[in-house]
């Protein structure tokens, strides 16, 4: 069964240094999403992306994140100046289309901030 | 969205029927009822959906109440497996964003 892929499964960095987070969607979806959890706390939806742009973000998602989609294959998350409140479970999902009523999440990214 | 409440744990022990309710009395009529599910550190994953008509997949059934106000996930014959955070949501098309609240942590019990 296609699956959802995301590496690193572990990161960690230090305050004020920039991540980047991958995605691998599943082939030929059109939706993708990234999505936190912070430890202990509810997944919460971070930005939403289709036709190679930002069609929903959330407050959440300042200026210090990006998001792209670089090669048709790779979805990324950008964090330019991480903070220690950055640190969570990071979740990439894509959905096929409109018509289309699943969301595929992957296995996440824990990102430790010290 | 429709907000959605749900109890925050149940117990179930294992081989029985879970059966996991949720009121959704403010859901407008374009939206559907969506069940996701998050075990321990993984990703969320979908289980089932339905608009107004109960639906049934290999996972679970989704039982709506006429009024469409509450529904019941039931997991025909829980497993330690099925130990996870279900989460109930409304949504008015499978693309929106997901907007997770806490869930109902549910405990299969051997």
């Known amino acids: 069964e296609p699956e959802v892929t995301q590496t690193p499964s572990h990161q960690v960095t230090q305050m004020g240094q920039e991540v980047i987070l991958r995605c691998v969607p599943i082939s030929n979806h059109l939706y993708f999403y990234w999505y936190r959890q912070i430890l202990g706390q509810k997944v919460e939806f971070l930005v939403s992306?289709?036709?190679?742009?930002?069609?929903?973000k959330s407050e959440i998602f300042d200026d210090q994140f990006s998001v792209e989609r670089p090669d048709g294959s790779n979805f990324t998350l950008k964090i330019r100046s991480t903070k220690l409140e950055d640190s969570a479970m990071y979740f990439c999902a894509s959905l096929s289309s409109s018509s289309s009523y699943e969301q595929y999440f992957g296995p996440g990214t824990r990102l430790t901030v010290t | 969205d429709a907000k959605t409440t749900q109890p925050p744990s149940m117990d179930c022990a294992e081989g029985r029927a879970a059966n996991l309710p949720c009121n959704h009395s403010t859901i407008s009529g374009n939206e559907y009822v969506y069940w996701y599910r998050q075990i321990h550190s993984q990703g969320p994953q979908y289980i089932i959906h339905g608009l107004k008509n109960n639906e049934t997949n290999e996972m679970a059934s989704l039982i709506i109440t006429e009024d469409r106000k509450s529904s019941t996930l039931i997991l025909p014959h829980a497993t330690l497996r099925d130990t996870a955070v279900y989460y109930c949501?409304?949504?008015?098309?499978?693309?929106?964003?997901?907007?997770f609240g806490p869930g109902t942590s549910l405990s299969v019990i051997p």
């Open positions: 949501i409304a949504l008015k098309t499978s693309y929106d964003k997901v907007i």
């Open positions: 992306f289709y036709n190679n742009e930002i069609s929903e």
